[in-house]
């Protein structure tokens, strides 16, 4: 049963085609048994072959079948053929008029129009003796109602397909939208990543080839050095772990991991374990804090410990062996203030400013989004008189 529904819904043009043939059908036959003469009798053939059209091709060429149907009606008034059961196809016209989104609501204000006229014209072509005007009036008004009805039929189903559309629209819209945030939440979680995973890599793996490399160069001639050198190198691969475990933790349950197998996230306090850590790799590090220590949003204090962590990592990799570092950082009021410069040599220009080519800088582009997504502001460049300099401010958002 659903197979034949199926069938008749994708041929619309064929079921009206079979509705048509069978009202031409009957119409005939009453044209047939009417009582007029032969030569009425042709003319009505016509205005019936015409009916049928409208009724077969009303869903495929509506505007043109509806004038099809007022010029047939027109034919019938003028030749004085008498209605008969072809002129059923009017109703069926103006109820398709009324109904097809497609054409303009103007063309089925006036199909409802002639189709109210169609009653009283039908009578003046025609009279009918009720008995008295007033049922005479009667009747015309009752033989208006079919024509009113299959308008009213035709344009709640325009309202309803429309309103249908829209809502099917709006969920089009919806899942497009909804889509579009997917991607960008999937954009922004792995920039996140990578952030976390440059920080944590870059700075450990920078200090243990740092070590090694000194292991290596005094392991014959001083070994207590190169143990202490070996001895470095593990526990700074111990703490990458455990921060990777941390890491990772998040990434799977959206949680930090309470355990010790892995570190809490690192904050503004443990910069000076930091730059001890970096101090004991051979770098020379200058500490400074400005203003009153106090607890500020985690956001905040990551962003501090990353920048300051990238910023002494990019100052071993690209000052060169003899450079110096300060980081200075400053509570304000409404911020935290940090400086990290250096008297090295200096990154390319690319590195700060672009990015850098075939991977490199990326670290910079890590920095200026964490501050970005804590709304603070960061400056990062070249240092008169030599070095490099970044500076940033993070802001502390009051609720």
């Known amino acids: 049963m659903q197979r034949l529904y199926d069938f008749l819904r994708r ?14 059908g009957i119409a005939m036959l009453g044209v047939a048994d009417s009582g007029a003469d032969t030569a009425a009798k042709l003319v009505a053939v016509p205005s019936v072959i015409a009916m049928g059209v409208v009724v077969a091709l009303r869903r495929r060429w509506t505007r ?18 008498e209605s008969h059961v072809a002129d059923f196809g009017m109703l069926v016209v103006l109820y398709t008029v009324a109904a097809s989104a497609e054409l303009p609501r103007t063309l089925s204000r006036v199909a409802l129009g002639l189709g109210l006229a169609a009653s009283p014209l039908y009578a003046l072509r025609f009279p009918v ?26 344009d709640s ?14 969920n089009q819209r919806l899942e497009k939208e909804r889509e579009a945030q997917a991607k ?32 290596a160069y005094v392991m014959d001639v001083a070994p207590e050095q190169a143990k202490e050198a070996l001895q470095t190198i593990s526990g700074t691969g111990r703490q990458a772990l455990a921060e990777m475990r941390r890491l990772l933790g998040v990434l799977r349950t959206g949680e930090p991991q ?72 400053v509570y304000f009021d ?25 991977g490199a800088g990326h670290g910079m582009i890590g920095m200026r989004e964490r501050v970005g997504m804590v709304g603070g502001t960061l400056d990062a460049g070249p240092r008169p008189g030599g070095g490099f300099r970044i500076s940033a401010l993070l802001p502390l958002k009051k609720g």
């Open 11 to 24: 041929h619309p043009t064929g079921v009206d085609t079979f509705w048509a043939v069978l009202l031409s």
């Open 64 to 81: 043109q079948m509806f004038w099809l149907a007022v010029g047939t009606g027109a034919y019938q008034l003028s030749a004085g053929v």
């Open 129 to 154: 003796d009720k008995g008295n005007s007033a049922s005479n009036v009667m009747f015309v008004l009752f033989a208006m109602v079919p024509f009113a009805l299959a308008w009213v039929l035709g």
């Open 157 to 170: 189903l325009r309202t309803r397909r429309a309103y249908y559309a829209q809502l099917v629209e709006r």
């Open 184 to 215: 960008v939440a999937v954009a922004a979680e792995r920039a996140r990543i990578a952030r976390e995973l440059h920080d944590v890599v870059a700075h450990n793996v920078s200090v243990m080839v740092v070590q090694a490399d000194g292991a």
């Open 258 to 329: 309470e355990s010790e197998d892995y570190v809490p996230q690192p904050d503004v306090e443990q910069i000076e374990v930091l730059v001890e850590q970096v101090r004991a790799a051979g770098l020379t590090v200058d500490f400074e804090v400005e203003g009153t220590p106090r607890k500020l949003p985690s956001g905040v204090e990551l962003t501090a410990y990353r920048i300051v962590q990238e910023a002494l990592t990019n100052t071993r990799k690209h000052g060169g062996p003899d450079a110096k570092a300060s980081v200075r950082l």
């Open 334 to 358: 409404d911020g935290l203030g940090l400086l990290v410069e250096d008297d090295g040599r200096g990154a390319a220009h690319e590195l700060y400013e672009d990015g850098g080519a075939d």
